[in-house]
């Protein structure tokens, strides 16, 4: 597979089979992603992975503080005010999952599944943590994200699906409890991995992007 096929083929899943990954398999894809530039390579990261009984333990934990209306403390805080440019496109996305499954972005209900879908982290069988020390950033989030998405290039050669997901951050201290995360590490993103369910209509609807011709400007070339 060529660096190209990854790039075309990665996208966010949002519906997993619960088949397992396996161990190894899992290790293979982070050490491929180590190879990931780094600032004077310091290397900032630091890796955990949720798997079987763990995932479900954060995965039932999540969803029963969403029932019980518990507020999400991420430790990278969420934007809260997008600039409007921007929250067009968010909500373009949005609108766009929608009418792929037919469903209202106004109904309550779909509102709630949809909250319970991110909580459950999508079904996904894992879930890779990536946490930097505070101190580092803004500069190691631009390591983490090299990380990141090293890490979702090398898990489409192994036929795995991944999601990042703010999402899977919300509840900190679920995820220090269950997978041991010291309190000096800061928690940043989620990589939820496994293989998906390739027919779901929340799969199949592709994001699309802004044409070259708008982001790019090149002088001299
Ligand atoms: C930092 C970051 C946080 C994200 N958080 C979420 C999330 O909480 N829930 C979710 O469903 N998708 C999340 N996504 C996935 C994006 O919605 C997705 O990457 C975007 O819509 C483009 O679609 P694609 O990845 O399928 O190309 C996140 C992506 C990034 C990079």
């Known amino acids: 597979m060529s660096v190209g096929e990854a790039l075309a083929a990665r996208h966010a899943s949002r519906v997993y089979e619960p088949q397992a990954v396996p161990r190894g398999v899992l290790t293979r894809v982070i050490e491929a992603a180590t190879r990931a530039p780094s600032w004077g390579n310091t290397q900032p990261w630091e890796v955990f992975i949720a798997a079987g009984e763990t995932m479900n333990a954060i995965r039932g934990a999540y969803l029963a503080n969403l029932r019980n209306h518990v507020a999400p403390s991420p430790e990278v805080g969420p ?3 997008w600039p409007a440019h921007v929250q067009q496109r968010y909500t373009d996305r949005l609108l766009a999952i ?3 499954l037919g469903a209202d972005p106004a109904d309550p209900a779909g509102q709630q599944a949809a909250a ?3 909580m ?3 079904g996904a069988p894992a879930t890779i943590f990536l946490c930097s020390h505070p101190g580092l950033e803004p500069w190691s989030l631009f390591d983490l994200g090299a990380l990141g998405q090293s890490i979702m290039l090398a898990a489409v050669e192994e036929g795995l699906s991944t999601t990042p997901a703010f999402s ?3 509840y900190p201290d679920v995820l220090r409890r269950e997978l041991e995360i010291p309190e000096d ?3 940043v993103i989620g990589i939820e991995i496994g293989y998906e369910d390739e027919t779901n209509p929340m799969n199949t609807c592709r994001s699309v992007r802004r044409s070259i011709d708008e982001v ?3 002088k001299g070339a």
């Open 79 to 81: 934007i809260e005010v």
């Open 98 to 100: 929608c009418a792929a």
């Open 116 to 118: 319970e879908g991110q």
């Open 120 to 122: 459950a982290f999508f």
């Open 168 to 170: 899977a951050v919300s």
């Open 185 to 187: 590490y800061r928690i």
């Open 216 to 218: 790019l400007r090149i």
